[in-house]
């Protein structure tokens, strides 16, 4: 009987396995900044940042401006829905990752001077008004 309270007390010990198993999950945060690095040198072109309003169907702000060139749209989405961002106008058509609470999506396009609209392509969210206008120079 003693033995066998020794054997589950030694068993016990090999808790230590786990914590090392726990300490492998540490390399989760170097995979996040790794992405974030690799969003945030998307090679030349300018970032504009917007949100998904958390509590309606549009965007904030709904009027954006940029340079001609390569431009990227970086929305946040602070809603509890999933969003997303697409570029459309002048013969560009582009759609960004669905994203859901906390996520970012992004779109980027080599844009000419003229006037683009922004939208969430997520069904039924461009025809409830979540849409927005971008201004290139």
Do not use: W
């Not at 390399?27 to 504009?48: D, H, L, Q, R």
């Amino acid at each position: 009987m003693i033995l066998a309270l020794a054997a589950v007390a030694l068993a016990g010990c090999g808790g230590g396995g786990s914590e090392k198993s726990a300490s492998t999950s540490t390399p989760t945060p170097t995979a996040t900044a790794t992405t974030e690095s690799s969003a945030a040198s998307g090679g030349g072109g300018e970032v504009v940042k917007l949100a998904a309003d958390a509590s309606a169907l549009k965007f904030d702000p709904s009027k954006l401006t940029a340079k001609a060139g390569k431009v990227t749209l970086q929305m946040a989405n602070p809603s509890g829905l999933p969003h997303a961002v697409s570029i459309e106008g002048n013969g560009v058509d582009v759609d960004g990752n669905t994203v859901g609470k906390g996520g970012t999506s992004t779109a980027s396009a080599d844009l000419k001077a003229g006037t683009y609209d922004f939208y969430c392509p997520v069904d039924g969210h461009r025809a409830a008004g979540m849409v927005g206008k971008l201004t290139v120079k």
